[in-house]
């Protein structure tokens, strides 16, 4: 089996799918040598031509010359921009260019001088510089692919793989474009020379020149000029190819020459194949040996409303209408003028835009050439499309997702892959323009994928700023941790403590805050925290109140033995029995009020005992009560022994209603002074005393309880002994007071002072005493009423 050298050797060739057989046309201009036309005034150079952003080192008002750069850039694909004359810039600005959009980009506005100076050549061989200068002169020299596409020339001289086959595209299949032909009929030693270059950068197994067979004297010219070159025998050669369209597509030129189909996505380069036009290679020549960069190239003026159709040399930068006014263009009515051939070319919106690198044709068809713009019609899926597509696609699915924007399915069906060629809208019977629609749904997903690109570089940002954001706050946190930790290693031990005392003396204010906030109102149940109480400060309130009781117990009048004996008499004033019962009730409301724990001692012991709090209660205690209640019974029966054992009859006074005053002032005095001792323990804020659980509220079921069992007892007692019951029967015991207050030393010094009292206790004390004398009464009628 022969190998693929073999084969390009022996001239075979492949087929290619697809394609179609239009007329050619080609005859109207290819007849004269190229030519050029008078210098325009006035060119227009859009910034940039080709490749990436560039930016203008002029500025208007500059004097520039033929060949000058005016533009700086950086980028593997930029591209300079060079003056097409000498002259003036006028103006820097928007303006429309020769694109199917018309859209604005930045432009030059060169006004000619007509003195067309060049600006300094500096030519060179090929033995004077290195690869890397060749390409580098070629870069700035501007040049791009002339077949249309305006690829950067360099970078496709500079591939990352090897190259074994290269191949001079000299395919000129669209109608009407001549410019190729008649440029390997005039220059064919230029293009020689141009691939003499490429042959030295690629260093190829084989170099292919294809020409179509439509150009016998293109070939033949070309042929004689590889017999006159200097390239190695055997390496390039010409090869003939037959007519038809789009056998020029680099794709479809490949898969002829070679039988080998460029994958879908994929570059030549890949398969070790390189394409150039033949018109790149006589700009690469023209940079190389004569130092020239890319201004001007060769273009076809063709049709039947041009008085001189033919080629011409024409700068980059002219007008499209200076270049067809120099060429006696008549126009007329509704006047199409296309930019490419009559398959791929698009209609300009205006004639003031112009001429670029990948222009190689101005066509101005008369209404005998082109046909009317006709209506659309419906698709009748006759699939002629598909037959005559040359890239294998659907043109059918294609036409529908691109009409109905779905942009995204019809890229599903390999959009990209359509070389836009026109054969499927050339055979449609429809009449539909099936490459406009594509050429749309490509715009189209070409802006999405700039916008999303937009967008990831939108989201890399502000996920870097959120980082930078954070760094910087862990680096402040950082640096703040480290000046702490080096004041602490530098702080004395005088400061540790002032800084200790300072955060103690804070935390004790925080307690007491949170204690002073959650502390209940008067009549709430919410139990009171107990507050810790200094231990020196309690003796020394222990020792004011034992003092205080000591010099009360001295003024008293009365002594206990006599107040003891006092409640022995038989018949005890109801009075006095009323007045202990509302001093009592007073005591206990009086504490339920003031929300206080004390504990009250016993006169006698002469004593105030500092202990331990307990928990407030929100309930009374049943066991307290029922202390209380047993006390109160032993005292009773006590009462009635010393009664019984009594053998001379206890000469009582007879009982009246008159109430005894000496007693009852006795026990006014009592209940003042116990009232005042109550008020003065609950004024002490530094002195805590063991008390008993205090309620602010008081069960009124059990006080009923206690209240009947005491009077039921009273009653037996007075059945049984013929006596009353002292106080501490006839009051209810509430689990208010201690067992000490329960008993019966109410006979405290009645000469207490009642002016110490303030107005209002002197008020309650009257109120309270008028209470226990109207209860004390109602209990003596209920038990006469019994008796009888």
């Not at 293109?218 to 050669?237: D, E, F, I, T």
């Not at 954070?470 to 005088?494: C, G, I, P, V």
């Not at 034992?546 to 006599?562: G, I, L, P, Y």
């Not at 202990?611 to 209660?617: D, L, N, R, Y």
């Amino acid at each position: 089996m022969l190998t693929l050298l073999e084969q390009l050797d022996k001239g075979s060739l492949w087929q290619s799918p697809g394609g179609i057989h239009p007329p050619q046309l080609k005859t109207l201009s290819n007849q004269s040598a190229i030519a050029r036309l008078p210098l325009a005034t006035r060119f227009i150079v859009p910034v940039p031509l080709v490749g990436e952003q560039a930016t203008l080192s002029v500025g208007v008002g500059d004097k520039v010359l033929k060949g000058q750069s005016l533009t700086e850039g950086a980028g593997f694909t930029y591209l300079p921009v060079h003056a097409p004359t000498s002259g003036q810039i006028v103006a820097i600005e928007q303006h429309a260019t020769n694109h199917p959009s018309s859209l604005p980009t930045l432009s030059c506005i060169i006004e000619s001088d007509g003195q067309d100076t060049w600006c300094d050549l500096i030519p060179n061989s090929l033995e004077q510089l290195s690869k890397l200068q060749i390409l580098d002169k070629i870069k700035q020299a501007g040049i791009a692919g002339m077949g249309g596409a305006a690829f950067p020339s360099h970078v496709k001289l500079n591939p990352a793989s090897e190259i074994d086959l290269v191949i001079i595209n000299g395919i000129e299949c669209e109608p009407y474009i001549t410019s190729d032909d008649r440029l390997m009929r005039d220059h064919s030693d230029e293009i020689v020379s141009g691939v003499g270059v490429i042959n030295h950068l690629l260093n190829p197994q084989r170099i292919i020149i294809a020409i179509e067979d439509n150009k016998p004297e293109a070939a033949q010219a070309m042929q004689a000029a590889l017999n006159r070159s200097n390239l190695p025998k055997g390496v390039a050669r010409v090869t003939v190819i037959p007519t038809k369209y789009p056998s020029g597509g680099e794709k479809q030129l490949i898969q002829i020459i070679t039988g080998k189909e460029v994958p879908s996505g994929a570059i030549p380069a890949q398969l070790g194949i390189v394409v150039h036009n033949v018109g790149t290679a006589f700009a690469i020549q023209e940079a190389i040996y004569q130092g020239k960069p890319l201004i001007e190239r060769v273009v076809t003026l063709t049709g039947e409303q041009i008085g001189q159709p033919g080629n011409y040399w024409l700068p980059i930068g002219t007008t499209v209408a200076d270049a067809l006014q120099s060429v006696h263009f008549i126009e007329s009515a509704e006047q199409k003028v296309i930019v490419g051939g009559p398959m791929m070319g698009y209609a300009l919106a205006e004639l003031d835009v112009p001429i670029l690198k990948g222009t190689n044709c101005l066509l101005v068809p008369s209404h005998n050439e082109i046909a009317a713009d006709v209506d659309e019609k419906a698709c009748i899926r006759c699939g002629e499309c598909a037959v005559a597509c040359p890239a294998l696609l659907l043109p059918q699915q294609l036409f529908w997702h691109a009409k109905a924007e779905e942009y995204d399915k019809a890229a599903s069906y390999n959009l990209k892959d359509c070389i836009e060629c026109g054969c499927c809208s050339y055979v449609c019977p429809s009449d539909i323009p099936l490459v406009e629609y594509y050429r749309v749904a490509k715009s189209a997903l070409k802006i999405e994928a700039e916008e999303k690109r937009q967008a990831e570089q939108a989201k890399i940002r502000f996920e870097a700023r959120l980082q930078r954001l954070e760094d910087e706050k862990n680096a402040r946190e950082a640096k703040a941790k480290e000046a702490a930790a080096k004041r602490q290693a530098n702080m004395k031990s005088t400061d540790k403590d002032a800084v200790a005392a300072a955060m103690a003396r804070i935390a004790a204010k925080k307690a007491q805050d949170s204690a002073a906030s959650s502390a209940p109102t008067a009549g709430s149940t919410t139990q009171v925290p107990q507050t810790v109480v200094d231990p020196k400060k309690a003796a020394v309130n222990a020792a004011i109140e034992r003092a205080k009781a000591k010099k009360a117990a001295q003024a008293n009048t009365v002594s206990d033995d006599e107040f003891d004996k006092n409640t022995a008499e038989v018949n005890v004033d109801d009075k006095q029995a009323k007045i202990a019962a509302a001093v009592a009730r007073a005591k206990a409301k009086k504490a339920a009020q003031v929300n206080a724990e004390s504990t009250v001692q016993t006169p006698n012991t002469a004593e105030t005992s500092v202990a331990g709090t307990e928990p407030p209660a929100d309930t009374v205690d049943d066991k307290k009560v029922r202390v209380a209640a047993a006390v109160a019974k032993a005292k009773a029966k006590k009462l009635a022994q010393a009664g019984q054992t009594d053998d001379t009859t206890v000469t009582t006074e007879p009982t009246t209603d008159a109430v005894d005053d000496k007693k009852a002032r006795v026990a006014a005095a009592v209940a003042k002074a116990k009232a005042k001792k109550l008020a003065q323990a609950n004024q002490t804020d530094d002195t805590v005393v063991a008390v008993e659980p205090t309620t602010d509220r008081v069960d009124d079921k059990k006080a009923s309880v206690a209240a009947a069992v005491a009077k039921a007892k009273a009653k037996k007692l007075a059945q049984a002994s013929q006596i009353d019951i002292g106080e501490a029967v006839s009051r209810p015991t509430v689990g208010v007071e201690s067992t000490a207050e329960i008993a019966p030393n109410v006979a405290l010094t009645a000469t207490a002072d009642s002016a110490e009292l303030s107005p209002e206790q002197i008020k309650k004390a009257k109120v309270a005493a008028a209470i226990a004398k109207a209860k004390a009464k109602k209990l003596a009628n209920s038990a006469e009423q019994e008796e009888q």
